[in-house]
Nanobody
Framework: VQLQAFGGGGLVQAGGSLRLSCAAS????????MGWFRQAPGKEREFVAG????????YYADSVEGRFTISRDNAKITVYLQMNSLKPEDTAVYYC???????????????WGKGTQVTVSS
C-alpha cells in the first residue's frame, strides 16, 4: 500500500499555479479519505486539504480556502491539489495522505506519501 506523488511540484512565481497529483496503490484506497499536508522549514506539518472517499465533501485550511481545490478520481485512485494564486508562504514540502477515519488530525493519518517540494518565489 503506497501513496506516490507525481508531477506538479517545483518552482513558481507568486500568483502562479501548480497542480499536485498523488496515486494510491491498492483498490482499498477507494474507501479512504485522501488529502494533503505540508511542512515549511522550521514549522510543524499542517493540514492543507482533504476529500471524502466519494468526493462528496471537501475540507480546507483557512490559509488556502478559495485558492486551492482538491479533487479525486477513484477510477485512477488519484487525488489532485490544484493550487492557484500561490504565495511565498505556500512554500513547503507537500505530503499526500490517506485516512479511513473522519478526522484530518495529523496524528491519525493512516498513510503518508513521500513529500514533494513546492517553492513560490516573490
Amino acid at each position: 500500500v503506497q501513496l506516490q506523488a507525481f508531477g506538479g511540484g517545483g518552482l513558481v512565481q507568486a500568483g502562479g499555479s501548480l497542480r499536485l497529483s498523488c496515486a494510491a496503490s491498492g483498490r482499498t484506497f477507494i474507501t479512504y479519505g485522501m488529502g494533503w499536508f505540508r511542512q515549511a522549514p522550521g514549522k510543524e506539518r499542517e493540514f492543507v486539504a482533504g476529500i471524502s472517499w466519494n468526493g462528496g465533501r471537501t475540507y480546507y485550511a483557512d490559509s488556502v480556502e478559495g485558492r486551492f481545490t482538491i479533487s479525486r478520481d477513484n477510477a485512477k485512485i488519484t487525488v489532485y491539489l490544484q493550487m492557484n494564486s500561490l504565495k511565498p508562504e505556500d512554500t513547503a514540502v507537500y505530503y499526500c495522505v490517506a485516512t479511513d477515519g473522519g478526522s484530518w488530525r495529523r496524528d491519525v493519518m493512516d498513510y503518508w506519501g513521500k513529500g514533494t517540494q513546492v517553492t513560490v518565489s516573490s
